[in-house]
């Protein structure tokens, strides 16, 4: 599966957990997740110092979560990646995306080749607003850039 049949698969997923969401209102991981469920997913916050996210409950873990999911949008600092694609392994999740828009976002080498180990499909890198027809002109720029840089997704 190339890497851009492996996002379609995973924005397919309307039931979508969301690791590493800030408590802070104001915070990129708090608009990535609203813009979830702005879109119709049933997205499940995953912080562990976090009860509830903007009247969702919030989950420590990802294998406390019932229904469990099948697919992990990972925003952590690549150190804590690594766990939590540790606790995606141990909770049956079949699709984790390392969430990426600069810098080393969520992505590591050890989380990447943790998922090939254990047969999870992943995605390294990149932001799901990237891949929405209608995002932002904002967006819509990053992909654009991405595309002439050759790190957008085939």
Known sequence: ???????????RQKRVAIAGVSRQPRDFTRM????????GYDVVPVNPSAGEID???????????IPPVD???VMTKPTAAE???????????KRVWLY???GAGAV???????????????IAGGCPFMFWADSSFF????????????SYPR
């Open 71 to 73: 697919s992990v949008l």
């Open 108 to 122: 590591s080498r050890k989380a990447v080749e943790l998922c090939e180990a254990r047969s999870i499909d992943v």
């Open 32 to 39: 990535m997740f609203n813009e979830f469920v702005r879109r």
């Open 139 to 150: 967006h819509r720029v990053h992909g654009v850039f991405a595309k002439l840089t050759g």
């Open 55 to 65: 009247g969702h409950k919030c989950f420590a873990r990802l294998q406390e979560i």
């Open 100 to 102: 990426r828009a600069t």
């Open 83 to 93: 766990a939590v694609v540790q606790d995606c392994a141990e909770a049956g999740v």
């Open 1 to 11: 599966m190339t890497s851009r049949e492996r996002i379609d698969d995973f924005l």
